[in-house]
């Protein structure tokens, strides 16, 4: 299948500072990007859907000013997080999709965030 | 609210027999997907059936689908220890996961 890539797998910060993450697909070109998070033993947690070219769409009940999505080209968008807090420290999940909307999702590694 | 909901919440088996998890979902879809995830790890595709299939298979994977029940199921056959993870269903065109199924395979 697909290869999709994240960066990085963890990241160790302070409150107040910004973390940014990477999603690449490697070998397809993903007009969709979703972003996840996940907390311990739970669910996935859509946070937002990007389409290459366009402004993210936020899932009700996620800030877009504290979680910036970038999707600049075809295999990398980026996820944001400003003025970490404690609190946003979880488990971030990227997936791509081509051009197909009934096609696979395919999901990256996961990025572990810790906000100290 | 989510999507898809996996049941049983827990399952525990002995290596060999066989493992049957359900999802149900509430909306329509355009195909269902099940995916495996390892403890602290990111997800892994298994399957992907449309909404116009009633059963696909993949190795030692089975998954059937209801559309008019709103309910798909994942068989495991043969279940290995490495089969031990949580698994989750998923629907397209906006993915949105259910709790998941953890399966533990006993030695």
């Known amino acids: 299948g697909a290869v999709v890539s994240q960066h990085p797998s963890r990241v160790i910060c302070k409150s107040g500072t910004s973390v940014k993450i990477e999603c690449r697909s490697l070998d397809f070109q993903a007009t969709t990007m979703f972003w996840y998070r996940q907390f311990p033993k739970k669910s996935l947690m859509l946070m937002a859907t990007?389409?290459?070219?366009?402004?993210?769409?936020?899932e009700q009940g996620v800030e877009k000013d504290k979680f910036l999505i970038n999707h600049a080209s075809l295999t990398l968008s980026t996820l944001t997080v400003t003025s970490a807090h404690p609190e946003d420290s979880s488990f971030y999940i990227c997936s791509a999709r081509g051009g197909e909307a009934r096609g696979e999702q395919y999901f990256g590694p996961g990025t572990r965030l810790t906000v100290t | 609210s989510q999507q898809g909901e996996e049941d049983p919440q827990a399952l525990s088996i002995q290596e060999g027999e066989n493992a049957t998890m359900n999802c149900s979902y509430k909306?329509?879809?355009?195909?269902l997907q099940w995916y495996r995830q390892n403890s602290g790890r990111g997800l892994v595709h298994l399957i992907l059936i449309r909404s116009n299939e009633r059963e696909k298979h993949s190795g030692r994977l089975r998954v059937t689908l209801d559309t008019s029940k709103k309910s798909s199921s994942l068989l495991i056959t043969a279940s290995r220890a490495a089969d031990t993870a949580s698994y989750f269903c998923a629907t397209n065109p906006k993915i949105i996961f259910g709790k998941g199924t953890r399966l533990h395979i006993l030695p």
């Open positions: 909306t329509s879809i355009n195909n």
């Open positions: 990007s389409n290459e070219g366009s402004k993210a769409t936020y």
